[in-house]
């Protein structure tokens, strides 16, 4: 429990937060109709992963800017933190996600709210459908921010920030058509909160969770494997306070789960 007296902690969580808050805002907003006509797929794309890669710079040196429950379940999944940070850091998300879709909600002329783009099924592609395609869409996405938030890898190019953004543009491009594109339980979260519609709303938090987990299995013990022990991972999952290398205890309190650089 030593994290809750760690001003860094607080800083991560309240983090999470103002950085789901903003994500949400300018993603929603983005999508929604003002005109009649088709949704524009390359822009509602674009605005998410635009708003990611911004959100990845300004506060990935802070929290690791997770910003969505699905990557921080696929941090912890990899013992990259602690359960007591990884509830908070949910905690904080679904909270920050929920006050950006009620600011949306309250600057957005009624006639333009419709439901607030809430994620929905297209006609025609089923639950497990749906579920399948979430996986894939957010087990790519995990995939990108594990290789290219990964300290160990050398000689890393570009930008960090822009490679997550992209990776989440991807996303968008392609599961739209099918599911509305999810990949964050807390995207699909706060609409559906606000219009109180539930409908197949599981689809959205089980597709990206199991795609989390799937992502960070595959990378951290096939791909390119961290090697610890059981005991090292356990010690970090209940939040062991980290040691120095004379094995004495730090005062830091910096996060355990890896942080972002813009390169």
Known sequence: ???????????????????????????????????????????VAMAFGLA??????????????????????????????????????MAAQLLGAVAGAAVLYSVTPPAVRGNLALNTLHPGVSV?????VEIFLTLQFVL???????????GRLGSVALAVGFSLTLGHL???????????????????ILT????????????PIIGGGLGSLLYDFLLFPRLKSVSERLSILKGARPSDPNGQPEGTGEPVELKTQAL
Do not use: K
Not at 128 to 132: I, L, N, S
Not at 196 to 207: M, Q
């Open 52 to 89: 990611l890669a911004t959100l990845v710079q300004a506060v990935g040196h802070i929290s690791g800017a997770h910003v969505n429950p699905a990557v921080t379940f696929a941090f912890l999944v990899g013992s990259q933190m602690s359960l007591l940070r990884a509830l908070c850091y």
């Open 128 to 132: 497990g459908q749906a579920t399948t």
């Open 174 to 192: 392609f599961g739209m058509y099918y599911t509305g594109a999810g990949m964050n339980p807390a995207r699909s979260f706060a609409p559906a």
């Open 1 to 43: 429990m030593w994290e809750l007296r760690s001003a860094s902690f607080w800083r991560a969580i309240f983090a999470e937060f103002f950085a789901t808050l903003f994500y949400v805002f300018f993603g929603l907003g983005a999508s929604l109709r003002w005109a009649p006509g088709p949704l524009q797929v390359l822009q």
């Open 144 to 154: 990108c921010i594990f290789a290219t938030y990964d300290e160990r890898r050398n």
């Open 196 to 207: 109180r519609n539930f409908t197949n709303h599981w689809v959205y938090w089980v597709g």
